[in-house]
């Protein structure tokens, strides 16, 4: 029933005409609730609000498919400019970016120019930069960043592994095999609307497979950036690396912003590792789109902004 509730939900948000009255309306319609402002400045009161209370952060500038090569320079010249912000203002310089942002989909070696500029600038401010996974078309391409960008001087640069994939388990294999000990690697459920042919379609065995991943890269080195909201996945992944003896630099619990932030504040209180995934930037409409889509609750948010 979720499963059906997520495809009808993305469906809806990709029809056309209700990109443009989500983007007229959306500040009303609550996509503050899920984004801490349209650019670093305004975010900056939130980012410090949670760094404040012993949650680290991890900040994504959002954007996906950049058609030109000017649109994709534009993009990192902002996420410099966030990296260098974010610095200056003694927050974690840690930053999350889609491929595609960076020009994956048009030229592949001009996503590596970018992201390695981005990943070094990142390293040499003391943070580091992840490169989010997107939908199915692009895991070979972002592996392959990936091992680009790391061979180009930036060896704490990170990825994500979507559970729900049927490829994952092989591809988290070979991550392991490439990736030196104690690399980082998140791992989500996965949000994209994918077919049956490439993923699992039963929350029950995406479940599954999100502990097998997280326990697959625990025993291949790497510190897991367990990246969920289920408190059952939770408290399962830290039974798992409690009884293996794990110590904090060996896992973190990544969350959204503004998803769950009392639990986000009982886990930090709990002495787990908590990092918040806080997502800014104007281009915000698939970001939105997809938190409403996974749970229905979220979509309560909107509902309010109707009758303000």
């Not at 498919?65 to 974690?92: F, K, N, Q, W």
């Not at 491929?99 to 990943?119: F, N, V």
């Not at 502990?211 to 996945?233: F, I, M, P």
């Not at 104007?282 to 409403?292: A, E, H, I």
């Amino acid at each position: 029933m979720l499963n059906l509730y997520r495809r009808t939900v993305l469906g809806i948000a990709g029809l056309p005409g209700v990109e443009g009255v989500a983007r007229r309306y959306g500040w009303r319609f609550g996509v503050g609730r899920f984004v801490a402002g349209e650019t670093v400045a305004a975010a900056r009161p939130a980012l410090r609000a949670l760094v404040d209370e012993g949650r680290a952060t991890i900040v994504d500038v959002l954007g996906e498919y950049v058609r030109d090569e000017a649109a994709a320079r534009a993009m990192a010249a902002s996420v410099a400019t966030t990296i260098a912000t974010l610095a200056d203002a003694g927050l974690p310089a840690v930053v999350s970016v889609k491929p595609t942002q960076l020009g994956l989909g048009i030229d592949p070696a001009l996503a590596l120019e970018l992201a390695s500029d981005l990943a070094r600038a990142a390293e040499a401010r003391g943070g580091r930069l992840c490169l989010d996974m997107e939908d199915h078309r692009f895991v070979d391409a972002t592996l392959d960043l990936l091992a680009g960008v790391r061979a180009a001087g930036a060896p704490r640069a990170s990825t994500v592994l979507q559970a729900y994939l049927h490829r994952t388990p092989d591809d988290l294999v070979a991550l392991l095999a490439a990736s030196p000990p104690g690399a980082e690697v998140r791992i989500v459920k996965g949000a994209y609307h994918e077919p049956a042919e490439v993923a699992l379609t039963a929350m029950s065995e995406v479940r599954r497979a999100f502990l097998s991943a997280c326990e697959t890269a625990w025993r291949g080195g790497a510190k897991v950036n367990v990246a969920t909201h289920d408190e059952g996945l939770i408290a399962e992944a830290t039974a798992f690396a409690r009884g293996a003896g794990l110590g904090q630099e060996r896992y973190e619990l990544q969350l959204l912003y503004g998803v769950k932030p009392a639990l986000q504040r009982r886990l930090a209180a709990a002495g787990h590792p908590v990092r918040i995934y806080v997502p800014l930037g104007v281009d915000w409409y698939g970001y939105f789109s997809r938190r409403l889509a996974e749970r229905p609750a979220n979509v309560a948010v909107v509902l309010r902004g109707l009758f303000r």
